[in-house]
T-cell receptor, first 113, second 115 residues
Framework: AQKITQTQPGMFVQEKEAVTLDCTYD???????LFWYKQPSSGEMIFLIY??????QNATEGRYSLNFQKARKSANLVISASQLGDSAMYFC??????????FGAGTRLTVKP | DVKVTQSSRYLVKRTGEKVFLECVQD?????MFWYRQDPGLGLRLIYF???????EKGDIPEGYSVSREKKERFSLILESASTNQTSMYLC??????????????FGPGTRLLVL
């Protein structure tokens, strides 16, 4: 069964600094997709970034990048130049074709001014 | 833009009441999902549906049922609410289950408190 592990329940970062949120996953499939979502206090889940298992380059979307290390089965999210608005819960998720998305427990990020 | 709406943002119910949570999407997506979110547990799948009148159990279906009479609408039903069903409930949709890079689109969530 798929399993997603986020070992950091909470993280703090100073405004304008970079932060890495950890995610490891477990799958026996060769084809899968990795996702990161942001959930502000309002509750809505916002899709941030996607990485495919066959993608050779790390995904980037603006200030978000995904540090994908396939052999280690890790998919860490890097947020550069943190902003106060980045304070939120962050969820890592994985999906195999024809299977449902599985989510980690989440990391609460707090950006300090 | 995909729009997913949920009938209530906040709901307070009493133990034993029948509770309906409704989700509506406007993007003609085949697949719809109900999750519950609890601190330290992430999102757990309750039920999903890949077509009208079709439903599949997720990881934690006990105490819940669902209904999908129309493609755009997916309802979660708590037949007899209990305090351990106090949680945040999230609805999501996706177009194609076969495609691994297909993201899910989420509604705003319903925070349910059962007293």
């Amino acid at each position: 069964a798929q399993k997603i592990t986020q070992t950091q329940p909470g993280m703090f970062v100073q405004e304008k600094e970079a932060v890495t949120l950890d995610c490891t996953y477990d799958t026996s499939d060769q084809s899968y997709g990795l996702f990161w979502y942001k959930q502000p206090s309002s509750g809505e889940m916002i899709f941030l970034i996607y990485q495919g298992s066959y993608d050779e380059q790390n995904a980037t979307e603006g200030r978000y990048s995904l540090n994908f290390q396939k052999a280690r089965k890790s998919a860490n999210l890097v947020i550069s130049a943190s902003q106060l608005g980045d304070s939120a819960m962050y969820f890592c998720a994985m999906r195999e074709p024809w299977n449902d998305m599985r989510f980690g427990a989440g990391t609460r990020l707090t950006v300090k001014p | 833009d995909v729009k997913v709406t949920q009938s209530s943002r906040y709901l307070v119910k009493r133990t034993g009441e029948k509770v309906f949570l409704e989700c509506v999407q406007d993007m003609d997506h085949e697949n719809m999902f109900w999750y519950r979110q609890d601190p330290g547990l992430g999102l757990r799948l309750i039920y999903f549906s890949y077509d009208v009148k079709m439903k599949e159990k997720g990881d934690i279906p006990e105490g819940y049922s669902v209904s999908r009479e129309k493609k755009e609408r997916f309802s979660l039903i708590l037949e007899s609410a209990s305090t351990n069903q106090t949680s945040m409930y999230l609805c999501a949709t996706t177009k194609a289950r076969a495609i691994r890079q297909e993201t899910q689109y989420f509604g705003p969530g319903t925070r349910l408190l059962v007293l």
